[in-house]
């Protein structure tokens, strides 16, 4: 299954910001809803965010309305997710993935993983 690749990932104090970024093929990107999820050790992997491939109805996890916007590049099959105001909790593995599912949070809807990026946040 042709996989998404996500980039950006690094380490940041509390406070700053970081971009990520999630490649993927365009018969994986075009027509698909494109939604980040992240993974803490020890903890399930949990929704953060998602949007139409061609940039519209963003949607997000209450923990990070507000803080990270979500966005697409359709031209390069492109979703971005910038986080502002990171803090301690956000510390995670975070992965782009793929769903035809409207407005979904459960990962189950989603397809075509990548292989994640470490988003570390220091105190």
């Known amino acids: 299954q042709v996989q998404a690749v996500e980039s950006g990932g690094g380490v940041v104090q509390a406070g700053g910001s970081l971009r990520l970024s999630c490649a993927a093929p365009?018969?994986?990107?075009?027509?698909?809803?494109m939604g980040w999820f992240r993974q803490a050790p020890g903890k399930e992997r949990e929704f953060v965010a998602a949007?139409?491939?061609?940039?519209?109805?963003?949607y997000y996890a209450d923990s990070v309305k507000g803080r990270f916007t979500i966005s697409t590049d359709s031209a390069k099959n492109t979703v971005h997710l910038q986080m502002n105001s990171l803090k301690s909790d956000d510390t995670a593995i975070y992965y782009c993935?793929?769903?035809?599912?409207?407005?979904?949070?459960?990962?189950?809807?989603?397809?075509?993983w990548g292989q994640g990026t470490q988003v570390t946040v220091s105190a």
């Open positions: 365009e018969r994986t990107f075009r027509g698909h809803n």
């Open positions: 993935a793929a769903t035809r599912a409207v407005y979904s949070r459960d990962r189950r809807d989603f397809t075509s």
């Open positions: 949007i139409s491939w061609s940039g519209g109805y963003p």
